[in-house]
Structures are given as C-alpha cells and as structure tokens.
C-alpha cells in the first residue's frame, strides 16, 4: 500500500484521482484546497487530513516524515494549471513522486527545469494522459502503424463544450493561468494525434479568440483541421436541438472515429501503470505542450489556407465587453 497526498481536492476532477487511488488499494494521508467544499473525501477516504492552507499541508507532511516515519511515496495534483509546475516541485523535494493533471505545465522550458530537479531528487514526474489508454485510440494507433509508411492521414479534430459567464471569471478565463482554449481543452486531444501520427511539421493558427480556436497542424502522418470551442451558439443545430451542450468530433479520412464510451476508468488504469513501473513521464508530454505554447503565441492568419469549416462561423463579443 502506497501513500498519497492530493493537492486541489474540491475541483472537477478530483473524485477521479481519489478513485483511483482507493480502487488501486493505496491511502490518502492529506489533501489540501483552498476551498473546504470536499465532503467528496469522505466516500473515498474519511479518515484523510485535510488543510486549506499550504503551509500547514506541507509541515504536516513533514511532521509525518520525522515524528511518525510515514513516508509519502505520491502526490496527485489536480489544481489550476499555471499552478502545475510548482506543486509538482514541492511533490519531488518532498520526497514523493508526482502525478499531474493535464497540462502538465504552460511552457515547454518548465520541462526542462523539472527534468533538472528529478535527477536531483531521484523522484518522478508523471502526466495524465488518460486518451493513451483508451481501447479505442489504442486500436486506432494499431491501424495507423499498420498503414502504409508513406500514407498521411487527412483528419479533422472538432470539439465544442459549452460554459457559461462562470467560465471568464475563474482561472479558466485567464490566459496567464489556463493557457487559454487550446491548452485547458485542447492539450489531451493534441497529445492523443502526435502520439498517433508522429512529430510536429508545421503549426499554423487560423482563429484565436476569447471563446474559440481553429488551425492547421500536421504531423508526420496526418494533416489535422481543428476547431475548438466553449460557446454554445457554434454548436451544430442537430445537437442544440437534442438539448446537449457538448459535441466532439474526429474524423480520419472522412470516417467518424467512434469513442464516445470507454472513459470510466481511465484513470485508474493510468495509475495502474505508475504503480506498475510504467506511466508517461516529461518527454511523453513535450510534444503536446510545445503545440499548446505555439498556438497562444502564434499570430491568426484568418480563414486562408486549409481551414476548418467551423472557423467560418461568426464571432462573439466577450460577455463582459460593453
């Protein structure tokens, strides 16, 4: 049994860490948030010490260390992104191993200085990059290897998920924090087509705005049009009709790659695959985040060139704009 301590335990995918460290028999010692809304904890691990403040999270982690000899062998990290790179240092000068959430940091040379301290240290730093370990990417991956080696794969990549005037106000709004719409929604999804089809040949933007990004990407094997969103009105009509607020989309070569189930234990899988030795360190995330980074400092060079048809549809004002 291996012991843990989860920083941001009140967001979004939180539950599914603690799950995952529950289903694969190991013990949550602390959690920290700065929000107490984490009554979640106690259907996984009630008896876990809980802070909303750092400083008290990281002396009790110590004070476990040098007064009980309870060493801490992981820290799983699921707070806001710009916040990633320096709870994964904490998490390796603790003594621990890290697993973070997607990105795992906003800028490709915070790899870099991470890499640094894990030879320092002797820990590692692991990344959730749970679209590796679904069934269905895993056979796409085959069919692609199998593929002749000359062949590039004509992709489109659309994903729309609705938020509403919450979404501006939190760290999600703000680009310095989230990275903006291709880092936050985006990241998984880029890592999921470098791993598949192979390194970055060209990266060009189309459309950045405050609630959209489209562009061209192509890598050694595909040709990918992309077109991400978080605003409702890009919505297919189809879809606005049946009531949902969430479309995704991936076509090769025109055919729908069906992946609409499989996520329910992704994670647990992706810590099965810690625990086991294994797991996708710093090098696997590079590619992804060097995408994301381009992306949010490249200029749009407008509807010209090969464009995702989505790209065409209207802009929208900022809801705070007057």
């Known amino acids: 049994m291996k012991n843990f301590a989860l920083i941001g335990a009140s967001g979004y995918i939180a539950p599914r860490h603690l799950k ?3 289903d694969t028999n190991n013990n949550l010692l602390a959690a920290y948030d700065r929000f107490d809304s984490v009554g979640i904890i106690d259907s996984y691990f009630p008896n876990a010490d809980f802070f909303v403040e750092f400083e008290r999270f990281d002396r009790h982690l110590e004070k476990l260390k040098y007064e009980k000899s309870i060493d801490l062998d992981y820290v799983s990290i699921c707070t806001p992104n710009y916040l990633h790179d320096s709870h994964i240092r904490m998490a ?14 906003l800028n490709p040379w915070n790899i870099d200085s991470l890499a640094n301290i894990e030879r320092e240290t002797g820990q590692k ?26 062949k590039v794969f004509d992709v489109d ?32 999804f880029y890592d999921m087509l470098s791993w ?58 025109g055919e729908e790659l069906e992946f609409s189930g499989g996520f329910t234990d992704l994670h647990n899988r992706v810590y099965e695959s810690i625990l086991d030795g294994k797991g996708y360190g710093l090098e696997d995330a590079r590619q992804a985040i060097e995408i994301v980074h381009n992306i949010r400092h490249s200029e749009p060079k407008g509807l010209v060139g090969d464009y995702h048809p989505f790209a065409k549809k209207p802009l929208s004002k900022h809801p705070f704009s007057k």
């Open 20 to 22: 995952a460290i529950k």
């Open 92 to 105: 390796l000068r603790r003594g621990a191993d890290a697993i973070c959430e997607k990105p795992l940091v």
């Open 125 to 150: 730093v692991y990344n959730i990059l749970q679209l590796r370990v679904h069934q269905s990417i895993i056979d796409l991956k085959k069919k692609i290897d199998a593929a002749p080696k000359d």
């Open 157 to 188: 990549l659309t994903y729309l998920t609705s938020r509403g005037n919450w979404y501006y106000t939190s760290w999600k709004g703000d680009v310095s924090k989230s990275g903006g719409i291709a880092t936050n929604i985006g990241v998984h």
């Open 196 to 253: 598949i089809f192979g390194d970055v040949k060209e990266n060009i933007v189309h459309v950045h705005e405050h609630d959209r990004a489209a562009g061209y990407l192509e890598l050694e094997r595909a040709r990918v049009r992309w077109f991400l969103s978080i605003n409702e009105d890009v919505l297919p009509d189809d879809v606005k009709a049946k009531g949902q607020r969430t479309f995704r989309s991936i076509t090769i070569e």
